[in-house]
Every structure is written in structure tokens, then in C-alpha cells.
């Protein structure tokens, strides 16, 4: 007889997805899981008095210059634009639009302190966790943590549970590391999009793969990135399925070796060029 998997996932903020909603409350009903704990991140960085605009956007030309302020408000832009010409015409996004709290679940919280490098950026994107943090997670006894942080974690924290931390990367990383996910597909005409589960390491989106899965990709970007997310909650399910059934996590993939860069956020020409080439692919129809 198969025994229940113990998991914890861990979180930045109170405020999740409808994608990790969906997965905590899939696991809840499930009889092949129990989720023991919500571990939140503290972030020490995060500002406790909220910007006004103003000083959002002098924060922002100090830290990027002009250029990379113009990125900002592209990005901003694009994701506005999208996700309003979605919600408007296609109801069965609705959902994605929606933030839910974790707290609606009976589960126990436990804070923990890490620590955000690089040290000399202004944004770190890097966490990294005490003894006393590490301690507390080991005597949880926990098979299992699911990564729902936005941060890179890195250091003892990745091994201790059971079977590690096991994360979603929103892309095909032998093609696409970094991101955002699924703006890069559309950009360079890729055929297929993709994604990867795996358990982390040290290396960025370049964990032990378990699962990957591609699909055709969306000519719009929000909704590409919105099918790798939900894709990417069956692979979950699938890779969960697995664990309980066989008590074990699938095979790793062979490493490959990886030649390209890093994506990063697009620069507001790459934007332009985008919304031009989508608008006269619409025109045409």
C-alpha cells in the first residue's frame, strides 16, 4: 500500500495565482497527499510604504535611465492592452485574471527569514535561508516542497525534504532560459512552446528535468504564456500521480549542454515590433 506524500509548497506573498490555487486545492482533494505546510517568504526588501506614481517612476529612471524606463512602460503597456482585449473577448481566461488567497485553505503557515542577494542591485532576485530557517524546514519531515516563489532559491534549502524542491520552468529550456515566459516563443515564430518540472539545484532553469511537455504555440503572448502556465498544472498533476503510484520521482533527463543566452524582459523596440507584426497579423483575418 502506497504511502500518503507529505508536501509543502512555498510562497512570496498571501496573494496566489489561480494556477497555484488550483494545484494546492487539486493535492487537498486528492486522498494521495497531504499538504502539511505553507512556508512564506519574508522579503526584506520589500518596501513597507507604497510608492505614488511619481515616485515609482523616478525610482525607476534612477535605477534604468531613460531606456530602460521606456522598457517598463512598454511592458506595462502590452500586458495592460492583452489582458483587456482577453478578458473582453474570451471568457475562459476569466480565471487566470483572478487572485486568491492562501488562507482560504486550512493550512498551517510557517515564516521564513531568507536572504536576497546580489547584494550591490537594487533588485535581488536571489533567496538564500539561515540554519535556524533550514532547521525548521528538515524537522517538518516533508517528502516534498513545490516552488510557488517568484525568487531563485538557492542554498541548503534545495535539499531538505526527502525528493528537493520541485519548480516550474515557463519555457522550453533547451531553447529558452530566463524569461518572461512565452513572450520569446511568439517574438521569434517558434512552431511550439514548452515548459519544464524539475528539481532544483544551482544552476537557472537548468534543474534535474522530470517532466517537459510542448505545445503549438498562441500568436498572442499573454495567452501563450497562459497556456504554459495551465499545461504546466497538468504536468504537476501528472508528475504528482507518478510520485504517489511509485513512490519515487520520474527519471532525470540526460543534462544537455546549453550555448544560448539568457532572456531577459524585452526592450520596448523588441515591443514595437511585436505589436506591429500582431496587429497586421489581425488586420489580415
Not at 46 to 61: A, R, S
Not at 72 to 96: A, Q
Amino acid at each position: 500500500m502506497q504511502k500518503k506524500i507529505n508536501i509543502s509548497f512555498i510562497l512570496d506573498t498571501n496573494n496566489i495565482n489561480w494556477y497555484l490555487f488550483d494545484l494546492i486545492k487539486w493535492c487537498i482533494d486528492s486522498k494521495n497527499y497531504n499538504v502539511c505546510y505553507i512556508l512564506k517568504n519574508k522579503n526584506p526588501d520589500l518596501d513597507t510604504k507604497k510608492k505614488n506614481f511619481l515616485e515609482k517612476i523616478l525610482f525607476h529612471f534612477k535605477s534604468k535611465g531613460f531606456f530602460g524606463l521606456l522598457d517598463i512602460f512598454f511592458w506595462k503597456y502590452l500586458n495592460k492592452i492583452e489582458g483587456n482585449f482577453i478578458y473582453k473577448n474570451m471568457p475562459r481566461y476569466h480565471k487566470h485574471f483572478q487572485n486568491y488567497k492562501f488562507q482560504n485553505f486550512d493550512i498551517e503557515m510557517i515564516e521564513l527569514n531568507p536572504e536576497t542577494f546580489p547584494k550591490q542591485k537594487k533588485k535581488r532576485y536571489i533567496f538564500k535561508y539561515s540554519q535556524e530557517d533550514i532547521l525548521k524546514i528538515k524537522q517538518l519531515n516533508q517528502d516534498l516542497i513545490i516552488n510557488g516563489s517568484e525568487k531563485i532559491l538557492k542554498g541548503e534549502i534545495l535539499n531538505s525534504t526527502k525528493l528537493g524542491i520541485v519548480s516550474i520552468h515557463h519555457g522550453d529550456n533547451r531553447k529558452y532560459r530566463g524569461g518572461p515566459g512565452g513572450f520569446w516563443e511568439v517574438y521569434n515564430l517558434e512552431p511550439y512552446s514548452g515548459y519544464i518540472i524539475q528539481v532544483l539545484n544551482e544552476k537557472l532553469d537548468a534543474g534535474n528535468i522530470i517532466y517537459r511537455s510542448n505545445f503549438e504555440t498562441k500568436k498572442i503572448f499573454l495567452i501563450n504564456q497562459m497556456e504554459i502556465a495551465e499545461n504546466g498544472n497538468i504536468g504537476y498533476k501528472k508528475v504528482l500521480n507518478y510520485l504517489f503510484e511509485n513512490q519515487r520521482l520520474p527519471e532525470y533527463e540526460v543534462e544537455i549542454q546549453y550555448s544560448d543566452k539568457i532572456h531577459k524582459s524585452p526592450r520596448f523596440w523588441n515591443i514595437i515590433k511585436y505589436l506591429f507584426r500582431l496587429l497586421r497579423s489581425m488586420s489580415h483575418k
